[in-house]
């Protein structure tokens, strides 16, 4: 039986604990807010970073993980382990995935396995946490390949903003899409379409939005019987229990596991963003 480790970046947001428990290693991030510099997760909570985004005309900025910190790791884990898969954000949205790729091609190509998993905080968070479990459970790394793959495939992400500001700073979303939002309190929402994010529809307030994205997963024909839905906010409890709320008034009393976007999500998504990651 095979030995495998799984790797991944902070940007899967694994609730906390989770990374202990199955023996995962996450590789931070880093965010630069004025001239301080600091390791997502590990220097500074999503709760404090998002008091410091409000009160900041100036947004902070984020740098990818780099290769050679791919290359220690990757080194050190095969000394004890037969194989690694290393998971991480969208491609499309940071240079962690090919920060990966060329620390493999350093290391070696036949015993890791990068995946871009073509999406976001624990909407690829939970195909971690899947491939760590099967790991613990001696699968082989082909059925754990499988597996995710299936998982990209089939996670659904559907979230709203509080303001579409932030992404358009960051680059995420065009400015002319940007103004959509900030007219008549209206608030974006968004989903994940192979690793990029798009505006699908909006609603006028926060309260509206989330019974918006329910009746969307509806029409989508979504099933939540049967699976554990991911829900998740920056910094926006209240309204995330009003979306526990909306869940259960048109899905019954279905399971969720609850999680906080990290701060590197955060810098473009922005605080009061909320967000469900579902098969």
């Avoid at 023996?23 to 600091?38: A, Q, S």
């Avoid at 890791?112 to 899947?130: A, C, L, P, S």
């Avoid at 400015?175 to 989903?191: E, H, Q, S, V």
């Avoid at 994010?197 to 307030?205: F, L, N, Y």
Wanted: glycine share 6%; aromatic share 8%.
């Amino acid at each position: 039986m095979s030995k495998i480790k799984i790797i991944t970046d902070s940007t899967s947001d694994l609730p906390k604990g989770l990374a202990e428990k199955y023996d995962i290693e996450v590789l931070p991030l880093t965010i630069y807010f004025d001239e301080n510099e600091y390791r997502d997760w590990i220097d500074i909570t999503p709760k404090v970073f998002y008091e410091m985004m409000r009160n900041s005309e100036k947004l902070p900025t984020t740098s990818q993980v780099n290769p050679n910190s791919f290359k220690e790791k990757y080194e050190l884990y095969l000394k004890e382990y037969d194989y690694i898969i290393s998971l991480h954000l969208s491609s499309l949205a940071s240079g962690t995935y090919n920060s990966a790729v060329i620390a493999r091609d350093m290391v070696d190509k036949d015993k890791i396995k990068v995946i871009d998993t073509r999406n976001f905080t624990y909407g690829f968070g939970q195909m971690v946490i899947e491939a760590a479990k099967m790991a613990k459970d001696g699968r082989s790394v082909d059925e754990i390949i499988d597996r995710i793959e299936y998982f990209i495939k089939n996670v659904k992400t559907l979230f709203v903003v509080d303001t579409l500001e932030y992404l358009k700073k960051g680059g995420r979303l065009s400015a002319t899409k940007a103004t959509i939002g900030t007219l008549l309190n209206l608030k974006p929402i968004l989903t994940v379409d192979d690793g990029k994010i798009v505006a699908i529809d909006k609603a006028r307030g926060m309260k509206k939005a989330l019974k918006r994205i329910v009746e969307i997963m509806k029409e989508q024909g979504a099933e939540l019987k049967g699976q554990i839905a991911k829900i998740g906010h920056a910094d926006n409890l209240a309204h995330l229990e009003e979306f526990k709320t909306a869940i259960k008034e048109v899905y019954g009393d279905v399971e969720m596991e609850e999680f906080e976007i990290g701060c590197v999500i955060g810098v473009y998504c922005g605080p009061g963003t909320v967000v469900i990651h579902y098969m």
